[in-house]
T-cell receptor, first 114, second 115 residues
Framework: KNQVEQSPQSLIILEGKNCTLQ??????????LRWYKQDTGRGPVSLTI?????NTKSNGRYTATLDADTKQSSLHITASQLSDSASYIC?????????????FGAGTTVTVRA | DTEVTQTPKHLVMGMTNKKSLKCEQH?????MYWYKQKAKKPPELMFVYSYEKLSINESVPSRFSPECPNSSLLNLHLHALQPEDSALYLC??????????????FGPGTRLTVL
């Protein structure tokens, strides 16, 4: 069974601080890994997408890393802002043609406090 | 235009009602998806349309009926729903369902409450 595990489930940080979210996956064969940000009651918005050969990718204050050998990814948020409060979802896709499924993690809920 | 739009934003319906959710994209994407998301859970895939044809039905009950009138529009017809069907319904699209590198763009969702 393909699985994507995220940790922590939730975290609270002070505005201006940094934080790192973790994603471990057992999806195989692996195609790509995406991080989405989802505000409450809204659809997910893509932050980064990385393929097997990419180790790191940045999008503003968000930096994702990928270790395909250990099947781990992290999302680092730098200098957090109140607007960063959201759920962050790790999504992994299979490297199989005609397979439309994405494996979603349960998400990490981040709360940024002033 | 890089948006996926969904209407309505909120919907409250009784178990005997018939209603429809609508999704629209004008990015030229040929794959469109319906997901169901319960609170604090990841989205669950319901249906996939590829080139306007239903290609995946994840064993969804027949009280949910998808329709793809054209390449830009995706509907989800609802009839005789149960309270446990209350959830956020997300629509997504991607350039080509077959290519797994293509990113899925999500709409803002419709918050459905079944009384």
């Amino acid at each position: 069974k393909n699985q994507v595990e995220q940790s922590p489930q939730s975290l609270i940080i002070l505005e201006g601080k940094n934080c790192t979210l973790q994603c471990n996956y057992t999806v195989s064969p692996f195609s790509n890994l995406r991080w989405y940000k989802q505000d409450t009651g809204r659809g997910p918005v893509s932050l980064t997408i990385m393929t097997f050969s990419e180790n790191t990718k940045s999008n503003g204050r968000y930096t994702a890393t990928l270790d395909a050998d250990t099947k781990q990814s992290s999302l680092h948020i730098t200098a957090s802002q109140l607007s960063d409060s959201a759920s962050y979802i790790c999504v992994v896709s299979l490297e199989r043609s005609n397979d439309y499924k994405l494996s979603f993690g349960a998400g990490t809920t981040v709360t940024v406090r002033a | 235009d890089t948006e996926v739009t969904q209407t309505p934003k909120h919907l409250v319906m009784g178990m005997t009602n018939k209603k429809s959710l609508k999704c629209e994209q004008h990015m030229g994407h040929r794959a469109m998806y319906w997901y169901k998301q319960k609170a604090k859970k990841p989205p669950e895939l319901m249906f996939v349309y590829s080139y306007e044809k239903l290609s995946i039905n994840e064993s969804v009950p027949s009280r949910f009926s998808p329709e793809c009138p054209n390449s830009s529009l995706l509907n989800l017809h609802l009839h005789a729903l149960q309270p446990e069907d209350s959830a956020l319904y997300l629509c997504a699209s991607s350039q080509d369902a077959v290519s797994l590198v293509d990113e899925q763009f999500f709409g803002p969702g419709t918050r459905l409450t079944v009384l």
